[in-house]
């Protein structure tokens, strides 16, 4: 495994000094102050730790102090203690015109030897009927969770 160097400045220690001893700030954060301050190789450093020390003393694995030095060499001071940010965008399978489709056929009778619908025959039917290309029982179950939990808020009564 490559082994990486942490050299911070004397600002950047003062400021991870400062992190770690004053503030409200995320446990993860002040885990990875920690760690970067103990691995620093820098002139300003007084007493290095061994990544074994740090590991028993902050009870973590010796995995995670190596992508925080990781992060930190690569990516920078920021990356190594907030982490990356993940920018995951999923385009959306299914829009109102299947839900309703979908409604529609979970309240209409069910097959031939079934007493009512199954998620997974509602699944796989609506796949035969060509309503889309394939989807989950799970996703059919939260389309119509979310359906019935919108039928019941507009009940006439």
């Known amino acids: 495994m490559k082994k990486y160097n942490v050299t911070l400045t004397k600002d950047e220690r003062n400021s991870l000094t400062a992190l770690t001893s004053k503030g409200n700030y995320k446990s993860q954060k002040i885990l990875n102050a920690l760690i970067l301050l103990g691995c620093d190789k820098g002139e300003y450093q007084t007493n290095r730790s061994t990544?074994?020390?740090?590991?028993?003393?902050?009870?973590?694995?010796?995995?995670?102090?190596?992508?925080?030095?990781?992060r930190f060499v690569?990516?920078?001071?920021?990356?190594?203690?907030?982490g990356i940010k993940r920018n995951r965008t999923y385009d959306k399978k299914t829009d109102d015109d299947f839900e309703a489709k979908?409604?529609?056929?979970?309240?209409?009778?069910?097959?031939?030897?079934?007493?009512?619908?199954?998620?997974?025959?509602?699944a796989d039917r609506v796949v035969e009927l060509n309503y889309i290309e394939s989807i989950s029982h799970e996703s059919v179950r939260r389309i119509l969770k979310r359906t019935r939990s919108n039928l019941n808020d507009k009940r006439v009564e």
């Open 51 to 70: 990544n074994d020390e740090m590991s028993r003393i902050l009870n973590i694995s010796m995995r995670k102090i190596d992508r925080v030095k990781k």
């Open 102 to 122: 979908l409604v529609a056929l979970s309240c209409s009778e069910p097959p031939e030897g079934f007493a009512r619908w199954s998620l997974r025959l509602l």
């Open 74 to 82: 690569l990516e920078g001071i920021e990356v190594a203690l907030n």
